[in-house]
């Protein structure tokens, strides 16, 4: 197909949107809003949705009576990609087109995505084109050599707030005759660039949580009495007065984070929430995030001594095993996942109702990317229903509680939240851009802190009458009278006027099993022999899977060998032999984890040694 068959095709098509009560608000707002753009200015620009709200649907819609020829759908990852196709899929019959009534699909629109085994002729086939960026990465790239730089008409951009990186840049560049259209929850990226182009159209959180497109949340921050840590030598004990003014030091904020003390008080609060969703229905499930490998491992074995089933899910594992942890989450039977800044976008599960965040964020918008993955409805068909609350927990230590407050302005009418944003202090999110780990040994420790309560602070500010009659009027717009939900202007008004609440919930102070602590040790204590060895290879720069080792040591490559070599030194600290760690008691185990830095140390001067001289080869 050429463009002008396109064209025809998206001009003739008959799309029902206009009054399509299958249709939310903001796709058939956000649809006019766009085409309303297009028809003045061919200048790239964005909607904002937050999560939950239609923007796939959207997406779908855009090209209809607007595009003159073939589209591009660009996402940032696979899983968004796949989610794109899924939805806008017309072999599907249950596809969004048909599901939502738009129109009976016969002739289109075909779809084809860009992966390995595509060629041209499946794009030449298809009104749309689905492809995550990375097809368009690397200086000599294959589909700019195939594709004519007027090929697509119109390129919409899912998670848009990255459209200002290099590679997006490029893309839009080349296609430079192009419509582009973002969508995304922020205007912000991590850097704190804003979006490129004009926004046209924005369906505020709070609209969303009143209509019931998104659940409604609430945010609980761990809020110690006292905390005693040492730094430097120096023992200090801190009142919450203190800790406030303390935690706007990174040092500090970073050492609550991996302070087991301090995670101990957020898996508490986190699994309380758990149980409490889990009343309402299930399955539900909580994701957290954490700092590094090793402190997600850390985390994973303080929720594993509450019995439930924790996956940790990183970048550095294989594909067959990441799936297979994704899988065991879409299904149901993990209860619990702790992931480094991986689950982020595009991991839609309405069954994720408690977000748990232990890692010090510097920016706002992957702070808001992480809150958004548990905003949709867990029970969509009964959208004002308790189930459908959602709860983030933190610690007032981390300094998260900014990006709380900021996220709750995200709803004035105006630029002025985000004019006064990058006005301020610019503030990079340096996740993913840290040194290589050269210690094991913490700057600060935390040894101990008092907690008593949780401080509880709800998203909804202020409710006036407009919105409660605005929500009334879309539910008899859909067909529903409120009643047969059980609902009346009173009983929203009370509704909302809750989850405005601030107030202090009393801390959660749970009987852990022995046993349960003692196989949780167990498991965290095989992540510390990988972590022993990763800070080897970076203080001597050796790679993971080098030989250098080979002249001293058996084995097959340096990581293996160092990591034989920290399990050894740790079964040493325990006082256990080779294959025997199964007698070992709590106690062992703690200590060896606690020497994680000693062995390190010990075991960079064997190796240095060793590499210096050219000793014989040993068995370590």
């Not at 990255?162 to 839009?172: E, K, S």
């Not at 990763?534 to 250098?548: A, E, F, K, M, V």
Request: hydrophobic share 40%; glycine share 6%; aromatic share 8%.
């Amino acid at each position: 197909m050429d463009n002008a068959e396109i064209e025809q095709f998206f001009r003739e098509t008959k799309a029902s949107i206009w009054q399509n009560a299958s249709l939310r608000e903001p796709q058939i707002e956000g649809y006019f809003a766009i085409r309303e753009h297009f028809a003045n200015s061919k200048e790239p620009c964005y909607v904002q949705l937050p999560v939950g709200c239609g923007k796939t649907g959207l997406m779908g819609l855009t090209p209809f009576g607007i595009a003159q020829g073939r589209i591009l759908i660009i996402a940032p990852n696979l899983t968004i990609r796949e989610n794109i196709r899924r939805e806008l899929n017309v072999s599907n019959p249950n596809c969004f087109y048909s599901k939502r009534g738009v129109f009976v699909p016969k002739n289109g629109p075909y779809l084809s995505e860009l992966k390995t085994g595509a060629n041209i002729h499946d794009c030449d086939a298809a009104h749309i084109v689905v492809a995550n960026i990375q097809q368009f990465s690397g200086a000599r790239n294959k589909w700019y050599e195939a594709l004519p730089n007027d090929y697509f008409d119109m390129i919409l951009v899912d998670e848009g707030h990255h459209n200002v990186a290099d590679t997006w840049t490029r893309l839009f560049a080349y296609f430079d005759e192009a419509k582009v259209v973002s969508f995304t929850a922020t205007p912000l990226r991590s850097d704190g660039q804003v979006v490129a182009g004009e926004r046209v159209y924005r369906f505020g959180y709070a609209r969303s949580m009143i209509m019931g497109f998104i659940s409604q949340i609430d945010a609980l921050f761990v809020k110690p009495t006292e905390l005693t840590f040492t730094v430097e030598g120096e023992t200090k004990t801190l009142g919450i007065n203190e800790i406030m003014k303390m935690r706007e030091k990174d040092w500090f904020s970073r050492g609550v984070a991996t302070s087991e003390e301090c995670n101990r008080s957020i898996v508490n609060a986190s699994v309380q929430q758990l149980h409490h969703v889990r009343t309402l229905g299930s399955p539900r499930q909580l994701i957290a995030v954490a700092c590094s490998i090793r402190h997600a491992t850390q985390v994973a074995a303080l929720y594993r001594e509450h019995g439930l089933r924790v996956e940790v899910l990183h970048s550095q594992l294989r594909e067959e095993e990441r799936g297979r942890i994704e899988a065991t989450l879409r299904s149901g039977v993990t209860d619990v996942v702790v992931q480094v800044n991986i689950l982020g976008e595009g991991y839609d599960l309405p069954t994720l109702s408690v977000a748990a965040v232990f890692r010090p964020y510097r920016s706002l918008s992957p702070y808001v990317q992480f809150v958004g993955r548990i905003l949709r409805l867990a029970q969509p068909d009964v959208p004002y229903s308790p189930a459908n609350h959602v709860y983030l927990v933190s610690h007032v230590g981390l300094n998260d509680e900014r990006w709380w407050s900021d996220f709750t302005n995200f709803d004035k009418d105006d630029q002025e939240f985000f004019h006064e944003f990058l006005q301020g202090e610019l503030e990079v999110d340096a996740e993913g851009e840290q040194s290589p780990r050269m210690t094991l040994r913490p700057f600060m420790r935390i040894l101990n802190e008092v907690v008593e309560s949780y401080h509880r602070k709800g998203y909804l500010k202020k409710i006036d009458d407009v919105m409660v009659s605005d929500l009334f009027a879309t539910i008899r717009e859909k067909g529903f009278e409120p009643t047969e939900f059980g609902l009346d202007e009173e009983i929203v008004r009370k509704r909302l006027a809750a989850a405005q609440a601030e107030g202090q919930v009393a801390a959660f102070n749970p009987v852990i099993q022995p046993q349960e602590r003692r196989e949780a040790l167990k498991g965290r204590l095989q992540q510390e022999a990988r972590s022993i060895a990763d800070t080897i290879l970076n203080r001597l720069s050796l790679q993971h899977r080098g030989r250098d080792l080979l002249r001293c040591f058996s084995g097959n490559h340096n990581s293996e060998i160092l990591i034989r070599l920290a399990s050894a030194e740790q079964n040493k600290v325990m006082g256990v032999e080779s294959g025997q760690r199964q007698s070992a008691n709590i106690g062992q185990f703690e200590s060896a984890i606690n020497a994680s830095p000693d062995i390190a140390d010990r075991l960079s001067s064997l190796v240095r040694e060793k590499l210096r001289n050219g000793a014989p080869k040993t068995d370590g």
